[in-house]
């Protein structure tokens, strides 16, 4: 059966690696999945080679563009940790949409401040995009006047990150997980 030969995992990516299938220089999100059945994964999306987290890295193309089409809508949740403190209407502005010099301002995210540190002049919070421009929760930060110093992807839709999963390591996405992830359930 084709079906079978889909594989869908679920990989917690340590900064320094790359979000590609292939790289001269540095490891790929590809060459950490080590027992992969097949030659043709590809990781769904990417995270900057410094950003850690949630990626998903599968061989279904249907699926990987169903979680990447504006259309479809899947939020991403981040947490961030940064050098400097937001203005009181950040939450609002982000709620807005930032211009970060794209052709378009951000569509509307939302934050939430877990910490600031008034004495550091640092704070830690969550972001939760509905798309994924290049360096975007760093851009759109750095508008707000501060400074990412840490990024780690948490969520893909209503699916979290496995706790128990150490950077570097993976797991195959549960039926459960794909069911959230799509919206749709395929055991029919």
């Given at each position: 059966n084709y079906e079978k030969s889909y594989e869908y995992y679920m990989l917690n990516k340590p900064g320094g690696v790359v979000s590609a299938t292939e790289d001269r220089r540095d490891t790929t999100v590809i060459d950490l999945i080590k027992d992969k059945k097949r030659k043709d994964l590809f990781p769904v999306g990417r995270l900057d080679k410094d950003t850690e987290g949630f990626l998903i890295v599968t061989n279904d193309g249907a699926f990987s563009h169903r979680l990447m089409s504006p259309r479809h809508h899947v939020d991403k949740t981040y947490y961030f940790e940064a050098e400097g403190l937001l203005a009181e209407d950040a939450k609002k502005q982000?709620?807005?949409?930032?211009?970060?010099?794209?052709?378009?301002?951000?569509?509307?995210?939302?934050?939430?401040?877990?910490?600031?540190?008034?004495?550091?002049?640092?704070?830690c919070g969550t972001i939760i995009l509905q798309e994924g421009r290049y360096h975007q929760v760093k851009r759109m930060l750095l508008k707000l006047g501060v400074k990412v110093t840490y990024l780690k992807r948490t969520a893909i839709g209503s699916v979290l990150l496995d706790p128990s999963l150490a950077k570097g390591t993976y797991r195959a996405l549960t039926k459960e997980e794909m069911k959230q992830l799509t919206g749709e359930d395929n055991n029919e």
């Amino acid at each position: 059966n084709y079906e079978k030969s889909y594989e869908y995992y679920m990989l917690n990516k340590p900064g320094g690696v790359v979000s590609a299938t292939e790289d001269r220089r540095d490891t790929t999100v590809i060459d950490l999945i080590k027992d992969k059945k097949r030659k043709d994964l590809f990781p769904v999306g990417r995270l900057d080679k410094d950003t850690e987290g949630f990626l998903i890295v599968t061989n279904d193309g249907a699926f990987s563009h169903r979680l990447m089409s504006p259309r479809h809508h899947v939020d991403k949740t981040y947490y961030f940790e940064a050098e400097g403190l937001l203005a009181e209407d950040a939450k609002k502005q982000v709620l807005l949409g930032i211009d970060i010099g794209d052709e378009k301002p951000t569509l509307p995210a939302q934050l939430t401040v877990l910490k600031a540190d008034q004495g550091k002049q640092t704070i830690c919070g969550t972001i939760i995009l509905q798309e994924g421009r290049y360096h975007q929760v760093k851009r759109m930060l750095l508008k707000l006047g501060v400074k990412v110093t840490y990024l780690k992807r948490t969520a893909i839709g209503s699916v979290l990150l496995d706790p128990s999963l150490a950077k570097g390591t993976y797991r195959a996405l549960t039926k459960e997980e794909m069911k959230q992830l799509t919206g749709e359930d395929n055991n029919e």
